[in-house]
């Protein structure tokens, strides 16, 4: 029997309980059999490999190591820098990016779009990027030190600021997507009462912006607890955190037992972050009560909310703004296209091809991931549709998350170790690379989906399934049609997330086929202006794909594909 809407709509509002109960929870086991096998294979395997190899000796894991690892004074070192610039990075992102959440949310002006994309761009960008647009600001040989001879590089400030710079649109459209939400009128009757405006604010609006603020203060402190590319490139020898850490006992020193504990310290904290981060974004979603967006934002009045427009204006130019102009200008130099030309030509040093090829290859990987984490993310999303949806589930979801909150090193380089030998001799393979970036790209295709497959009609899908229709079949009649648009963006943004992945992709991209961010982070390691300046051209080309591919996203993205 064909289905049609009307008739599916039809027997769906006569549809009580699905009659195929233990039906559709085996379809929803067998959804999620292929994303769990993909993470036990490709994440769990490889992750626990390394692990062992860094604990065992002889046969017998020394958990002892723990504690002689934590007793060296320069991994305690490591540890608290690691989280007092997290939490320094978070509060200075908070205090800089919330005016610009409020603008957003309540105000409405020309290219207002437009400047949505603008403060979007840095946050799809690969951290080697940031790290080198603020490298040609603040570095040796960068704009400070050209006009005033002041340089900032290897500094706390600069990876402060970096991390302002690529989390600023975290906080704008987290927390300004609610306050769009929230109903003025409410404070405005505290006002009528004889409130002041700030005691309104503090009283009224802040309380129920409280959640929403607790959630991107907690996105922001675990992208920045986790920071591997902008710490590399800007740090130094001076700074380090975990993640970099990790990377030098890993491919430096040579030490796994110290590089597992590490692994094991970073993934305690990042699940307690994210374990929190759950509650906070439960908590936000059952405890506030919305109105439309689109009847809350009006032209600035006054003086005061004209100043603080051009405040925020002032400080999306300048901080988010002037690096990458700054990085663009830096590729140029004194010849005009002379370093893109040159990265046409081999210098049989660093690269064994063309740096060019760099762009290629990178989109190939990026495709092919984008085309994995999208299989992966939509079954995973859909076995997670149903809120009624028991412990396990639960459980599958927090388990998605996980690769955020594992060092990417160690996962790449768990790859190299654990996927050696048959069956899944992959070390030699292309595969290996656009599998370690899924990996990342995955939990961005299942939040994206998720909030729009919830919103479908449940009975919908019931009334299918009395109809005869498989669950693919379901799926493909149902809920794809609804869930097309959001579909793309998650697409958009795992091709984004992928092509800037860097963590993993530096110990497996193989030296003939080297990705974007890896051909970056090695010219930059090489001394000499014409290394320096191709490296500032590849960054340029990777900003700009990226930059593509979100005006792409802001095309398609609609209010209900998520909060990005």
Not at 396 to 422: K, N, Q
Not at 542 to 561: H, K
Request: with cysteine; charged share 15%; glycine share 8%.
């Amino acid at each position: 029997m064909d289905l049609t809407r009307t008739e599916v709509t039809r027997v769906g509002k006569q549809a009580g309980r699905p009659a195929g109960t233990v039906r559709g929870s085996a379809a929803r086991l067998g959804l999620m059999a292929v994303p769990v096998a993909f993470f036990a294979v490709f994440f769990a395997y490889p992750v626990a490999a390394i692990v062992a190899r860094g604990l065992e000796v002889d046969g017998v894991w020394r958990l002892g190591r723990i504690g002689d690892v934590l007793a060296q004074s320069d991994v305690r070192h490591v540890l608290w820098f690691t989280t007092w610039q997290a939490l320094a990075s978070t509060a200075l992102t908070l205090l800089v990016a919330l005016p610009g959440a409020y603008v957003f949310a309540r105000f409405d002006f020309p290219g207002k779009q437009v400047l949505r994309a603008v403060v979007t761009v840095p946050f799809v960008l690969p951290t080697v990027v940031v790290g080198t647009a603020f490298l040609a600001l603040v570095g040796r040989g960068g704009l400070l030190d050209d006009l005033w001879g002041l340089r900032l590089d290897t500094t706390v400030w600069a990876i402060l600021l970096a991390h302002v710079f690529f989390n600023y649109a975290v906080v704008v459209r987290t927390v300004g997507g609610l306050w769009a939400q929230l109903d003025p009128r409410q404070e405005e009757a505290a006002r009528m009462l004889g409130a002041s405006r700030l005691r309104a604010w503090r009283q009224v609006t802040l309380p129920a912006l409280a959640p929403a603020v607790a959630a991107a203060a907690l996105m922001v402190f675990l992208f920045t607890f986790t920071s591997f590319g902008v710490v590399q490139i800007l740090g130094g020898p001076t700074f380090s955190t975990l993640e970099v850490e990790i990377y030098r006992q890993t491919s430096q020193v040579f030490d796994l037992s110290t590089a597992a504990v590490l692994t094991l310290i970073q993934f305690a904290a990042v699940a307690a972050v994210l374990a929190v981060h759950a509650w906070t974004v439960r908590r936000r979603e059952s405890a506030l009560r919305l109105v439309d967006a689109a009847t809350t934002a009006r032209r600035p009045r006054g003086a005061g909310q004209w100043t603080l427009f051009a405040g925020v204006l002032g400080t999306v130019a300048v901080l988010l703004v002037l690096p990458l102009a700054v990085l663009v200008q830096r590729s140029l130099g004194a010849s005009g296209f002379g370093y893109y030309r040159a990265l046409t030509r081999e210098d049989g040093g660093a690269f064994l091809v063309p740096p060019i090829e760099a762009i290629g290859n990178s989109l190939q990987y990026a495709v092919a991931a984008t085309a994995i984490a999208v299989v992966i993310g939509a079954l995973a999303a859909t076995a997670l549709t149903r809120r009624d949806a028991g412990r396990f589930v639960r459980g599958f979801d927090a388990l998605l998350m996980l690769p955020l909150g594992v060092s990417a090193v160690t996962v790449g380089f768990g790859f190299l170790i654990a996927l050696d030998e048959p069956p899944l001799d992959l070390r030699s393979s292309w595969i290996l690379v656009p599998l370690a970036q899924a990996l990342v790209g995955v939990p961005f295709v299942v939040r994206t989906m998720l909030p729009v497959l919830r919103a479908v009609d449940g009975r919908l899908r019931e009334a299918a399934a009395v109809l005869g229709a498989s669950p693919w079949r379901v799926w493909r009649e149902v809920d794809l049609p609804m869930v097309r648009r959001a579909l793309l963006v998650a697409a958009g943004f795992a091709f984004a997330v992928s092509l800037g992945e860097f963590g993993a992709t530096v110990f497996i991209a193989r030296p003939d086929n080297p990705t974007l961010p890896v051909a970056v982070a090695r010219l930059l390691g090489r001394p000499g202006d014409m290394n320096y300046g191709q490296a500032m051209a590849l960054s340029t080309i990777l900003m700009l794909v990226c930059a593509v591919a979100l005006v792409v996203l802001e095309r398609l993205r609609t209010d209900r594909s998520g909060e990005f």
